[in-house]
């Protein structure tokens, strides 16, 4: 069995000289954060020489040079391997290949955006690879570890509703979020506490409008909005997992409501104590909502989410395609 880590996990591990990492997901701080801690951690341990390369411009030949341990010029390496995803087929082997007899003096740092485990070359680099998941933040409660251990080493603290505002407001890649911190630490100067006015200063407008306007659309089964606005965040350089994970926060939600509802208990007592991953002023809207669904099709909703989930890691299928058809499959539930 692949054994899976997740990037913000990254810092409990100790990378020794011969291991071999596969960074999979498009968010690509993340994937920076671990090769920085890899890079470092055997350089100082191991004292290796870095090497880059691309997946785009790789040869066979080159790739079996590059990898090469019996030269006599060789000597202990970390070997980055950006976009492995753009090697064509017969290179992807040629790099799978290396597995039959991997060095103990080099480790290898693979980074790719999709993986399809379909493929025989795919499944051996992830199963002789720590497998680190790289994936953008699906909704701003999950900025709350990065934002946590990226405070604490600013030596900044920021109060609960300063964060809210934060996270409603930075984009839902880590990257994003990252710059927008740092331009906090920055103006705020020697002051220890970030407030809430400091991030309205620095931040201004919300992302939270879209947002809004696609779960009244999906929760109101409008499927023509509902793919406007898809296409909209996808322009505006949201990828396809984070929007697959706003949908994901709109769903769970409903199917939420709905089993409460199922257990007898009321509207106002749903909206009052048990709907704390919403904002309280789209409590009521999301009780609209449920009204749209059954249990069966929110549960039916889920497998649709999974199966374009794998599609959107696996396939080379366009994101935009991908959420069509999903956006579509859950409009047309019955």
Known sequence: ???????????????????????????????????????????????????????DEMKCAQINDLLDTYSIFSSSKLILFRNADELKKNELE????????????????????????????????????????????????????????SLAKLGKTMRPDAQAIFKERVELDYASANNELQKLALLVKDRKNITSEDVLQSLG???????????????????????ELMERMLNSDSKGLQILGQINKIFSAIHHILLMKAAHISPSEITGKHLNELYQSQRNEYMGFANNYTLRQTQAVFDILLETDTKLKTTAASDAILLTQCILQILELT
Do not use: H
């Not at 692949?2 to 994937?31: H, S």
């Not at 080099?106 to 379909?118: C, F, H, L, M």
């Not at 070359?121 to 701003?140: E, H, L, M, R």
């Not at 407008?205 to 909005?225: D, M, N, Y």
């Open 94 to 149: 040629c790099l799978a290949a290396y597995f039959n007899d991997p060095s103990a003096e080099q480790s290898i740092v693979i980074t790719a955006e999709k993986a399809d485990q379909r493929i025989g070359a795919w499944k051996k680099i992830s199963s002789n690879c720590q497998v680190v998941t790289c994936d953008f933040p699906p909704y701003g409660k999950m900025l709350d570890a990065w934002l946590t251990k």
């Open 205 to 227: 407008t919300s992302r939270v409008g879209t947002q809004i306007g696609f779960a009244r659309a999906l929760g109101g089964r409008r499927a023509a909005e509902a793919l």
């Open 1 to 55: 069995m692949i054994m899976v880590l997740e990037a913000l996990a990254f810092d409990t591990v100790k990378p020794r000289l011969g291991d071999n990492f596969l960074l999979l997901g498009p968010d690509a701080f993340l994937q920076d954060t671990v090769t920085n801690r890899i890079r470092e951690t055997l350089k100082k341990d191991a004292n290796v020489d870095l090497v880059i390369v691309y997946g």
